[in-house]
């Protein structure tokens, strides 16, 4: 990568608080493009030529690894077909390149296993597929995998670059559906970027749905989109992202009967469209412990997200917002015990953070004294603006600034008040 490159990449783990200024920037930055390998003519490649059988009952391991190895080897045929059944994994399946650039792989590969199962008979908390790049991996598609958990292994599907020099991106996981593992659904870490996730269902996983986060020891992971995913009843979040990532956006994807939140994106999300968030907080003992179907700390846009509570799930969103949130008609109800659920609870810097909310449908909270710029409300419409002299939504005419006093007086001043009792009272 070039230095342009690096820059971004560098931008993308600096956090949300520092790095929201440049956003733009670094989302308009592309890695640089690698020259395709030279191979032979790509190829289909069975794993039942390695002797795997499918039927529930014979250990698969063995097998099924061989077969990965011979895929993905330097000169393989590079795309593993593994054949409708059930297949019994013992051990963890790796699929990772050698370390550097004899490693590399920016040709078409990819597992398709349309019908197959992997059923976990791991017992000593191993991963069932890991897929860890030590090189440059691009163009990487997994599709119609099924994996099963019995509670005492780890993660699902692991997807990790650990590494500063090292990425794996330009990559697809598609109709896959993970469940019933003891840690995570899918676990994405590291330098992991540019990637789609699309008709993804991960439920029931002891641990979160998917987790997302820039690598504990290198890599920043950014640019994923998820397309038409379910993450549910999972024991903690539907997803978690964790380690100073905020780069994922989440398309008309769907969050319910989680243990905690249905989303915990700890320092903000890029992007929320078309989203639901159903009946999350399972673990929380009544409708007053629950809370919001999304956790959001920094900054994040969201349009067309609804939810619906009949038991402990309080509103759609608990936000502390650094930087800006958008939210553009988004709903939030409930019935039965969360007949009093609602939309939203703001809270944030008030010097730094700026809440713009459009034609909502559900009851906003604000705390203390942060407050959002709210357009086409529900209670009387119109635009509702900042009353409090700090607040970073009061009503401008040009350069002068209106606010309302701690006496109820309307003030107006031109430029920004420095002070309650700055400027002049309108009328006196």
């Known amino acids: 990568m070039n230095p342009i490159d690096m820059q971004r990449r560098g931008l993308m783990g600096v956090g949300a608080g520092l790095a929201l200024a440049g956003l733009p920037a670094a989302a308009s930055a592309q890695p640089q493009a690698q020259r395709p390998q030279q191979q032979p003519p790509r190829q289909m490649l069975s794993a039942a030529t390695f002797g795997a059988r499918g039927d529930g009952v014979a250990d698969d391991t063995a097998a099924l690894q061989a077969a990965i190895n011979a895929a993905f080897a330097p000169d393989g045929p590079a795309f593993l077909v593994i054949p409708p059944g059930t297949y019994r994994i013992t051990r963890t399946l790796r699929f990772t390149t050698q370390r550097g650039e004899k490693g590399n792989i920016t040709r078409n590969h990819g597992i398709l296993a349309h019908g197959a ?5 791991i017992t000593n ?6 897929i860890v790049s030590e090189s440059t991996v691009r163009f990487l598609l997994v599709e119609g995998l099924d994996i ?9 599907v692991l997807v990790e670059c650990e590494y500063q020099d090292h990425y794996l991106y330009n990559f697809c996981l598609r109709d896959i559906s993970v469940q019933g593992c003891g840690g995570d659904g899918c676990r994405m870490m590291g330098n992991v970027f540019e990637g789609q996730l699309i008709n993804v269902y991960l439920r029931d996983n002891q641990q979160n749905g998917l987790t997302l986060g820039h690598g504990a020891k290198a890599g920043i992971l950014s640019a994923i989109h998820v397309f038409g995913s379910v993450f549910g009843q999972n024991g903690q979040y539907g997803v978690a992202m964790v380690n100073g990532c905020y780069d994922a956006a989440f398309h008309g994807c769907y969050f319910l009967l989680n243990g905690r939140h249905g989303l915990a994106a700890l320092n903000g999300c890029t992007l929320l469209s078309n ?5 999350n907080h399972e673990a929380a003992s009544s409708f007053d412990k629950g809370g919001a179907g999304i956790w959001l700390q920094g900054f ?3 349009v067309g997200c609804t939810a ?10 608990d936000a502390y917002v650094v930087g800006q949130f958008v939210m553009i008609g988004c709903s939030g109800s409930g019935d039965a015990a969360a007949k009093n659920a609602g939309l939203a609870r703001l809270d944030g810097d008030p010097k730094k953070g700026r809440a713009t909310v459009i ?6 909270e604000y705390v203390k004294d942060f407050d959002a710029l709210e357009i086409s409300a529900k209670d009387g419409g119109g635009v509702r603006f900042g009353a409090n002299w700090q607040s970073p939504n009061l009503a401008r005419l040009g350069d002068y600034r209106l606010w309302v006093d701690r006496k ?10 420095a002070s309650d009792e700055d400027g002049n009272a309108v009328g006196a």
């Not at 199962?117 to 008979?121: F, W």
């Open 117 to 121: 199962r992997l059923q976990s008979a």
């Open 125 to 130: 908390g191993g991963n069932i597929l890991e």
């Open 148 to 156: 099963s958990g019995n509670g005492r292994e780890g993660h699902g």
């Open 275 to 279: 989203c639901g968030f159903e009946n």
């Open 300 to 302: 994040g846009t969201m």
């Open 308 to 317: 619906y509570s009949m038991f402990k799930q309080k509103r759609l969103i």
């Open 359 to 364: 034609a909502p449908s559900g009851n906003v």
């Open 408 to 417: 109820g007086r309307l003030r107006l001043k031109n430029g920004a008040p």
